[in-house]
C-alpha cells in the first residue's frame, strides 16, 4: 500500500513567520542556529507540525544541517492562524520554539524521542 500524501502546507502569517526564522544562540553561547527554511503543517485537527530546516553553527567545527519538527497543540499554537498576531504571545511563541530546539539539540543524542525529532542531512 502506497504511504499517504504529506499534509498539505498552512499558510503561516509573515509575522509569525518572519519570527520564527530569525537566528538564534543557545544559552551557553557555543550554538547558534540558523533556520533554512520553515513548513507548517496540520496533520490532525487538534496539531500543527513545524518542520525547520537548520543549520548548526559551534566554534571550530564544520557547519551542520539539520531537519527538526515540533509539535504544537492547536490550544496554545493560535498564532499559526491570526494574521496579526499579539506581539507579546508572538515573543512567547519565540521563547517555547528556541527553548524546545536547544532542549532537543542537547538531547538528540542521548534520548530516542528526541533523536527522532530531527535528523542530520549533510
Request: proline share 11%; aromatic share 8%; net charge neutral.
Amino acid at each position: 500500500m502506497p504511504a499517504a500524501p504529506p499534509p498539505p502546507s498552512v499558510p503561516l502569517p509573515e509575522a509569525t513567520r518572519e519570527a520564527l526564522t530569525q537566528p538564534f544562540t543557545a544559552a551557553d553561547g557555543r550554538l547558534r542556529l540558523t533556520v533554512r527554511s520553515l513548513r507548517v503543517t496540520e496533520p490532525n485537527p487538534r496539531l500543527y507540525e513545524a518542520a525547520f530546516h537548520l543549520v548548526a553553527h559551534r566554534p571550530g567545527l564544520p557547519d551542520e544541517e539539520w531537519r527538526f519538527t515540533l509539535g504544537y497543540d492547536k490550544s496554545e499554537a493560535g498564532l499559526f492562524e491570526r494574521d496579526a498576531p499579539d506581539p507579546a504571545a508572538l515573543a512567547m511563541l519565540v521563547h517555547l520554539t528556541h527553548a524546545l530546539t536547544e532542549e532537543w539539540w542537547l538531547t538528540k543524542s542521548g534520548s530516542h524521542r528526541s533523536a527522532r525529532m530531527g535528523r542530520r542531512v549533510r
